[in-house]
T-cell receptor
Framework: NAGVTQTPKFQVLKTGQSMTLQCAQD?????MSWYRQDPGMGLRLIHY???????DQGEVPNGYNVSRSTTEDFPLRLLSAAPSQTSVYFC???????????????FGPGTRLTVT | AQKVTQAQTEISVVEKEDVTLDCVYE???????LFWYKQPPSGELVFLIR??????QNEISGRYSWNFQKSTSSFNFTITASQVVDSAVYFC????????????FGKGTKLTVNP
Protein backbone atom coordinates (compact mmCIF):
# COMPACT_ATOMS: atom_id res chain seq x y z
CA ASN A 1 0.00 0.00 0.00
CA ALA A 2 1.23 3.46 -0.91
CA GLY A 3 -1.09 4.98 1.70
CA VAL A 4 -1.95 8.63 1.04
CA THR A 5 -0.01 10.28 -1.76
CA GLN A 6 0.12 13.96 -2.62
CA THR A 7 1.50 15.76 -5.64
CA PRO A 8 3.32 18.00 -6.11
CA LYS A 9 5.61 18.19 -3.07
CA PHE A 10 6.49 21.83 -3.73
CA GLN A 11 4.82 24.51 -5.82
CA VAL A 12 5.33 28.22 -6.43
CA LEU A 13 2.44 30.19 -7.89
CA LYS A 14 1.94 33.79 -8.84
CA THR A 15 -1.01 35.68 -7.42
CA GLY A 16 -4.11 34.99 -9.49
CA GLN A 17 -2.97 31.67 -10.91
CA SER A 18 -5.01 28.55 -10.36
CA MET A 19 -3.85 25.03 -9.69
CA THR A 20 -4.93 21.66 -8.37
CA LEU A 21 -3.27 19.78 -5.54
CA GLN A 22 -3.68 16.06 -6.05
CA CYS A 23 -4.43 13.54 -3.31
CA ALA A 24 -4.97 9.81 -3.68
CA GLN A 25 -5.33 6.92 -1.24
CA ASP A 26 -5.31 3.19 -1.84
CA UNK A 27 -6.75 2.03 1.48
CA UNK A 28 -10.41 2.18 0.38
CA UNK A 29 -11.11 4.79 3.05
CA UNK A 30 -14.50 6.44 2.94
CA UNK A 31 -13.41 9.72 4.45
CA MET A 32 -10.91 12.19 3.03
CA SER A 33 -9.95 15.66 4.18
CA TRP A 34 -7.74 18.62 3.36
CA TYR A 35 -5.94 20.64 6.00
CA ARG A 36 -3.61 23.59 5.86
CA GLN A 37 -0.81 24.15 8.32
CA ASP A 38 0.45 27.62 9.07
CA PRO A 39 3.14 28.53 11.62
CA GLY A 40 1.71 28.69 15.13
CA MET A 41 -1.78 27.75 13.92
CA GLY A 42 -1.80 23.98 13.99
CA LEU A 43 -3.76 22.30 11.23
CA ARG A 44 -7.06 23.72 10.06
CA LEU A 45 -9.67 21.87 8.06
CA ILE A 46 -10.40 23.22 4.58
CA HIS A 47 -12.84 20.69 3.05
CA TYR A 48 -13.77 17.12 3.70
CA UNK A 49 -15.66 14.26 2.09
CA UNK A 50 -17.50 11.32 3.61
CA UNK A 51 -17.76 9.43 0.33
CA UNK A 52 -17.71 9.73 -3.44
CA UNK A 53 -19.95 12.58 -4.55
CA UNK A 54 -20.24 14.09 -1.05
CA UNK A 55 -18.17 17.05 0.11
CA ASP A 56 -18.54 19.72 2.74
CA GLN A 57 -16.74 22.80 4.02
CA GLY A 58 -14.42 22.89 6.97
CA GLU A 59 -13.14 25.80 9.01
CA VAL A 60 -11.28 27.69 6.23
CA PRO A 61 -12.92 26.86 2.85
CA ASN A 62 -12.73 30.24 1.11
CA GLY A 63 -10.67 30.23 -2.07
CA TYR A 64 -10.70 26.44 -2.42
CA ASN A 65 -12.87 23.93 -4.26
CA VAL A 66 -13.01 20.17 -3.99
CA SER A 67 -14.75 17.30 -5.69
CA ARG A 68 -14.82 13.56 -5.03
CA SER A 69 -15.70 11.57 -8.11
CA THR A 70 -13.99 8.38 -6.90
CA THR A 71 -13.22 6.84 -3.53
CA GLU A 72 -9.50 7.09 -4.20
CA ASP A 73 -9.05 10.71 -5.28
CA PHE A 74 -9.77 14.03 -3.60
CA PRO A 75 -8.20 16.98 -5.45
CA LEU A 76 -8.05 20.46 -3.98
CA ARG A 77 -8.37 23.37 -6.39
CA LEU A 78 -7.11 26.86 -5.76
CA LEU A 79 -9.26 29.10 -7.89
CA SER A 80 -7.19 32.32 -7.86
CA ALA A 81 -4.12 32.00 -5.67
CA ALA A 82 -3.41 34.68 -3.06
CA PRO A 83 -0.34 35.17 -0.84
CA SER A 84 -2.54 34.26 2.17
CA GLN A 85 -2.76 30.75 0.74
CA THR A 86 0.96 30.22 1.21
CA SER A 87 0.96 27.20 3.48
CA VAL A 88 1.66 23.50 3.79
CA TYR A 89 -1.30 21.42 2.68
CA PHE A 90 -2.01 17.98 4.04
CA CYS A 91 -4.47 15.47 2.70
CA UNK A 92 -5.78 12.76 5.02
CA UNK A 93 -7.99 9.70 4.76
CA UNK A 94 -9.77 7.57 7.31
CA UNK A 95 -12.64 5.18 7.87
CA UNK A 96 -14.97 4.36 10.70
CA UNK A 97 -15.29 0.83 11.91
CA UNK A 98 -19.04 0.28 11.91
CA UNK A 99 -20.48 2.47 14.64
CA UNK A 100 -17.29 2.34 16.64
CA UNK A 101 -16.24 5.82 15.70
CA UNK A 102 -13.16 7.13 13.95
CA UNK A 103 -10.19 4.84 13.62
CA UNK A 104 -7.73 7.60 12.96
CA UNK A 105 -6.57 9.69 10.09
CA UNK A 106 -3.69 8.80 7.82
CA PHE A 107 -1.89 11.82 6.44
CA GLY A 108 -0.07 12.34 3.18
CA PRO A 109 3.43 13.86 3.13
CA GLY A 110 2.18 17.37 2.41
CA THR A 111 2.50 19.96 -0.35
CA ARG A 112 4.42 23.14 0.38
CA LEU A 113 2.81 25.97 -1.59
CA THR A 114 4.21 29.47 -1.97
CA VAL A 115 2.18 32.23 -3.60
CA THR A 116 4.14 35.31 -4.63
CA ALA B 1 -17.96 24.32 19.28
CA GLN B 2 -14.98 22.06 19.62
CA LYS B 3 -11.63 23.40 20.75
CA VAL B 4 -8.24 22.02 21.68
CA THR B 5 -5.73 24.04 23.68
CA GLN B 6 -2.06 23.23 23.95
CA ALA B 7 -0.83 25.98 26.22
CA GLN B 8 2.85 25.07 25.94
CA THR B 9 4.17 26.53 22.73
CA GLU B 10 7.73 25.31 23.17
CA ILE B 11 9.47 23.07 25.67
CA SER B 12 13.19 22.41 25.91
CA VAL B 13 14.63 19.58 28.00
CA VAL B 14 17.89 17.74 28.37
CA GLU B 15 18.10 14.15 27.26
CA LYS B 16 16.82 11.60 29.79
CA GLU B 17 14.50 14.09 31.45
CA ASP B 18 10.79 13.26 31.63
CA VAL B 19 8.48 15.73 29.92
CA THR B 20 4.70 16.16 29.91
CA LEU B 21 2.81 17.84 27.10
CA ASP B 22 -0.54 19.26 28.12
CA CYS B 23 -3.76 19.10 26.14
CA VAL B 24 -7.11 20.54 27.24
CA TYR B 25 -10.18 20.15 25.09
CA GLU B 26 -13.71 21.52 24.89
CA UNK B 27 -16.69 19.72 23.42
CA UNK B 28 -20.38 19.28 24.07
CA UNK B 29 -20.43 15.82 22.55
CA UNK B 30 -20.80 12.91 24.92
CA UNK B 31 -18.89 10.66 22.56
CA UNK B 32 -15.68 11.88 21.07
CA UNK B 33 -12.15 10.79 20.26
CA LEU B 34 -8.81 12.27 21.16
CA PHE B 35 -5.58 11.86 19.26
CA TRP B 36 -1.92 12.70 19.49
CA TYR B 37 0.24 13.19 16.42
CA LYS B 38 3.97 13.75 16.12
CA GLN B 39 5.49 15.95 13.43
CA PRO B 40 9.27 15.48 13.26
CA PRO B 41 11.48 18.02 11.46
CA SER B 42 10.98 16.07 8.22
CA GLY B 43 7.38 17.33 8.24
CA GLU B 44 5.20 14.22 8.06
CA LEU B 45 2.44 13.62 10.59
CA VAL B 46 2.80 10.44 12.59
CA PHE B 47 -0.21 8.99 14.41
CA LEU B 48 0.61 8.13 18.04
CA ILE B 49 -2.61 7.29 19.83
CA ARG B 50 -6.40 7.40 19.69
CA UNK B 51 -8.57 7.34 22.80
CA UNK B 52 -12.36 7.38 22.99
CA UNK B 53 -14.31 9.30 25.59
CA UNK B 54 -15.53 6.17 27.35
CA UNK B 55 -12.09 4.81 28.04
CA UNK B 56 -10.30 6.72 30.79
CA GLN B 57 -7.64 4.12 31.37
CA ASN B 58 -4.14 5.44 31.11
CA GLU B 59 -2.08 3.97 28.32
CA ILE B 60 1.61 3.23 28.16
CA SER B 61 3.61 2.41 25.07
CA GLY B 62 7.30 2.09 25.74
CA ARG B 63 8.54 5.49 26.91
CA TYR B 64 5.23 7.15 26.00
CA SER B 65 2.23 7.37 28.28
CA TRP B 66 -1.07 9.17 28.12
CA ASN B 67 -3.28 10.37 30.94
CA PHE B 68 -6.93 11.00 30.04
CA GLN B 69 -9.06 12.76 32.64
CA LYS B 70 -12.62 13.58 31.63
CA SER B 71 -13.19 15.54 34.85
CA THR B 72 -10.63 18.13 33.77
CA SER B 73 -11.06 17.66 30.00
CA SER B 74 -7.40 16.86 29.64
CA PHE B 75 -5.43 14.33 27.65
CA ASN B 76 -1.79 14.77 28.60
CA PHE B 77 1.17 13.04 27.03
CA THR B 78 4.33 12.11 28.92
CA ILE B 79 7.64 11.05 27.46
CA THR B 80 9.85 9.27 29.95
CA ALA B 81 13.64 9.44 29.62
CA SER B 82 13.43 11.71 26.59
CA GLN B 83 15.78 11.23 23.67
CA VAL B 84 17.02 13.57 20.95
CA VAL B 85 14.84 11.68 18.45
CA ASP B 86 11.78 12.82 20.38
CA SER B 87 12.40 16.37 19.18
CA ALA B 88 9.32 17.28 17.16
CA VAL B 89 6.09 19.22 17.21
CA TYR B 90 3.33 17.31 18.94
CA PHE B 91 -0.32 17.92 18.17
CA CYS B 92 -3.35 16.97 20.18
CA UNK B 93 -6.60 16.63 18.22
CA UNK B 94 -10.29 16.04 18.87
CA UNK B 95 -12.89 14.31 16.71
CA UNK B 96 -16.64 13.84 17.22
CA UNK B 97 -18.18 10.40 16.93
CA UNK B 98 -18.26 9.36 13.30
CA UNK B 99 -16.40 12.52 12.44
CA UNK B 100 -13.00 11.13 11.64
CA UNK B 101 -12.98 13.30 8.55
CA UNK B 102 -12.79 16.49 10.56
CA UNK B 103 -10.24 16.64 13.31
CA UNK B 104 -9.85 19.79 15.37
CA PHE B 105 -6.19 20.33 16.18
CA GLY B 106 -4.42 22.23 18.89
CA LYS B 107 -1.68 24.60 17.82
CA GLY B 108 1.01 22.16 18.78
CA THR B 109 3.90 22.02 21.24
CA LYS B 110 7.42 22.10 19.91
CA LEU B 111 9.63 19.82 21.97
CA THR B 112 13.39 20.14 21.76
CA VAL B 113 15.49 17.50 23.47
CA ASN B 114 19.08 18.58 23.88
CA PRO B 115 21.94 16.08 24.24
Amino acid sequence: NAGVTQTPKFQVLKTGQSMTLQCAQDMNHEYMSWYRQDPGMGLRLIHYSVGAGITDQGEVPNGYNVSRSTTEDFPLRLLSAAPSQTSVYFCASSYSIGTGGPFGQYFGPGTRLTVT
Amino acid sequence: AQKVTQAQTEISVVEKEDVTLDCVYETRDTTYYLFWYKQPPSGELVFLIRRNSFDEQNEISGRYSWNFQKSTSSFNFTITASQVVDSAVYFCALSPQGGSEKLVFGKGTKLTVNP
